[in-house]
């Protein structure tokens, strides 16, 4: 299998678990409706083990841009590789979210609620507030990619890495996911985004593309920061791109106070 390949499975697998426990919550007369946000969190943290399991030999299962690009930024993935990393994760989340949609086939006609059916696909802020939303992904992401450089440092029992890494989500989730709906991963939301776009799903409403930038660049940045300041603080590397994420997530601080100061005094 290629790396491609291994990239575009593992990713498919990652949003059809993953999206479909989303659905499987949310979507009205399913068996498992209203379970619940620990239901989804130990339902993605699974999703995201079995991926890893499924093609970690392969292509490392990446499965998310964020840890690609954070990669890539330490000289643990060729810079050239990007382009085929990112592409199979894109393609594989927009074929395992239409999957889903095929999966729960007749339970579209029976929520009425276009955002219910929205949030199956894609995340949304509890409140929308266009920085702190956008702080909430890049703390997640950093959390995310900072700890998965802390767990590759250690030495576990063979097979047990997935294990770790699909509690470290279900930590995040549990944690941290409940601004936002922890994204903390590009393609997670942008690809089944643009299956919901593409599908022809029952009164399913807009995309909300509005907010859509926010679950693509706050994981980028997050993930920069998180690489950057692993090698900062555990081997003693410095540079510009340290000091750009680290400038740019100060900035994303200040505005998002600004943000909050200001909506207090409407």
Not at 196 to 209: E, Q, R, V, Y
Request: aromatic share 10%.
């Amino acid at each position: 299998m290629s790396i491609f390949l291994a990239e575009f499975f593992g990713t498919l697998v990652l949003i059809l678990l993953g999206c479909g426990v989303n659905a499987a919550v949310s979507l009205r007369l399913s068996k498992a409706e209203s379970a619940g946000w620990l239901v989804i969190a130990i339902g993605w943290g699974l999703a995201v083990t079995l991926a890893i399991y499924a093609v970690g030999a392969i292509s490392g299962a990446h499965i998310n841009p964020a840890v690609s690009l954070a990669l890539a930024s330490t000289g643990d993935l060729p810079y050239s590789e990007l382009p085929i990393y990112l592409t199979g994760q894109m393609l594989g989340a927009i074929v395992g979210a239409a999957l889903v949609w095929l999966q729960y086939l007749p339970h579209w006609r029976k929520t009425t609620d276009p955002a219910t059916k929205l949030g199956v696909f894609s995340t949304a802020p509890a409140v929308r507030s266009l920085w702190a939303n956008m702080l909430s992904e890049v703390i997640g992401t950093f959390v995310l990619i900072i700890a998965l450089l802390f767990i590759g440092a250690n030495n576990f029992a063979d097979g047990l890495n997935p294990l770790i890494i699909g509690g470290l989500i279900v930590s995040i989730g549990l944690s941290l996911g409940g601004t936002t709906g922890w994204a903390i991963n590009p393609a997670r939301d942008l690809g089944p985004r643009i299956a919901h776009f593409l599908l022809p799903i029952h009164d399913k409403g807009d995309s909300d593309w509005e907010y859509a930038p926010i679950p693509v660049i706050g994981p980028i940045l997050g993930g920069l920061l998180g690489a950057t300041v692993y090698l900062w603080l555990f081997k003693q590397q410095t540079g510009f791109l340290l000091w750009t994420t680290l400038a740019l997530f100060v900035v994303v601080v200040g505005l998002a106070v600004r943000e909050e100061m200001v909506r207090g005094n409407d």
